[in-house]
């Protein structure tokens, strides 16, 4: 089973649509969490970090379930320009050591 | 602004020749930096943590002789695809992040072809 997990998709849905993605990951000891979106051809940049309470950030909401060992990325009334691809990090301390993992990146393509 | 900067952003070289990629951190130390391969429509790959100080650590698969790492400062890590082949064509990308839960920070790429 891989550290992190996330389902490739891609998600297609329409314009106004609300979708949500998943992220789970194995290893309990995990710390810290975040979301990123990544373009074509571009480089990843950080969408938000989770926290252990949900955060939300416009239309987007990040909730952590730690006894389920999964992150979740909401996004409400979808526009065209979040069509990308959305991948879940997570950071954990392995034997003294910051070990950072990620998925391979859930696509969205929003369509008019 | 950006945080970590990668350099060149894109370059074109023949077979055979070596390209170096910089790596810096702009406003903190990173004793730890990662390198990443992207090729199209597939995802990130990391490559190798790179150590402030001491040697990388390679992904499996990654062959260290080829993707050389040096880590000589704490703002500054270099990837050098040594005796590039068209097949190394890829994007490549760093990371970096403060102490603690802090996110990654990413370069902005460098889109290495091969001829």
């Known amino acids: 089973r891989k550290e992190v997990e996330q389902d490739p998709g891609p998600f297609n849905v329409p314009e106004g649509a609300t979708v949500a993605f998943n992220c789970t990951y194995s290893n309990s000891a995990s710390q810290s969490f975040f979301w990123y979106r990544q373009d074509c051809r571009k480089e990843p940049k950080l969408l938000m970090s989770?926290?252990?309470s949900g955060n939300e950030d416009g239309r987007f909401t990040a909730q952590l379930n730690r006894a389920s060992q999964y992150i979740s990325l909401l996004i409400r009334d979808s526009k065209l320009s979040d069509s990308a691809t959305y991948l879940c990090v997570v950071i954990s301390m392995d034997t003294g050591r910051r070990a950072l993992t990620f998925g391979s990146g859930t696509r969205l393509q929003v369509q008019p | 602004g950006a945080v970590v900067s990668q350099h060149p952003s894109r370059v074109i070289c023949k077979s055979g020749t070596s390209v170096k990629i910089e790596c810096r951190s702009l406003d903190f130390q990173a004793t730890t930096m990662f390198w990443y391969r992207q090729f199209p429509k597939q995802s990130l790959m990391l490559m190798a943590t790179s150590n402030e100080g001491s040697k990388a650590t390679y992904e499996q698969g990654v062959e260290k002789d080829k993707f050389l790492i040096n880590h000589a400062s704490l703002t500054l890590s270099t990837l050098t695809v040594t005796s590039a082949h068209p097949e190394d064509s890829s994007f490549y990308i760093c990371s970096a992040s403060r102490t603690g839960p802090s996110p990654l920070h990413f370069g902005n790429g460098t889109r290495l072809t091969v001829t």
């Open positions: 989770v926290y252990s």
